[in-house]
């Protein structure tokens, strides 16, 4: 079960977009995390009348590391840590650490 999971709001706690809030697209393989306006990058694309794909400068988003993202918490209005507890019902479940509340319902 991983920390961070698409769909989340994460705030960006280390780098060039630090303080940054952006919701979760997409979790790599490697780990890595998609954030939707987080680590913009400009890519200078060749046309390719082929596929119909017009040449240019595009801005698309890179992925993160999860080490410099946090969950964020709307309660504290902050990043927070998270941690996993099991309910009573046998399911296991996200919590933030500093609140104790449930993340996942």
């Given amino acids: 079960m991983r920390r961070i999971r698409k769909g989340d709001e994460v705030v960006v706690i280390a780098g060039k977009d630090k303080g940054k809030r952006g919701n979760v697209m997409r979790v790599m393989p490697d780990g890595r995390v998609?954030?939707?306006?987080?680590?913009?990058?400009?890519?200078h694309t060749k046309p390719n009348p082929g596929r119909g794909v017009p040449g240019g400068i595009i801005e698309k988003e890179m992925p993160v590391d999860p080490s410099n993202i946090m969950l964020y918490n709307p309660q504290t209005s902050?990043?927070?840590?998270?941690?996993?507890?099991?309910?009573?019902?046998?399911?296991?479940?996200?919590?933030?650490?500093s609140t104790s509340e449930v993340v996942d319902i």
């Fill in 78 to 97: 902050k990043g927070d840590r998270v941690g996993f507890r099991t309910l009573g019902d046998g399911r296991k479940v996200r919590y933030f650490k």
């Fill in 34 to 43: 998609l954030v939707s306006d987080i680590n913009m990058v400009k890519r």
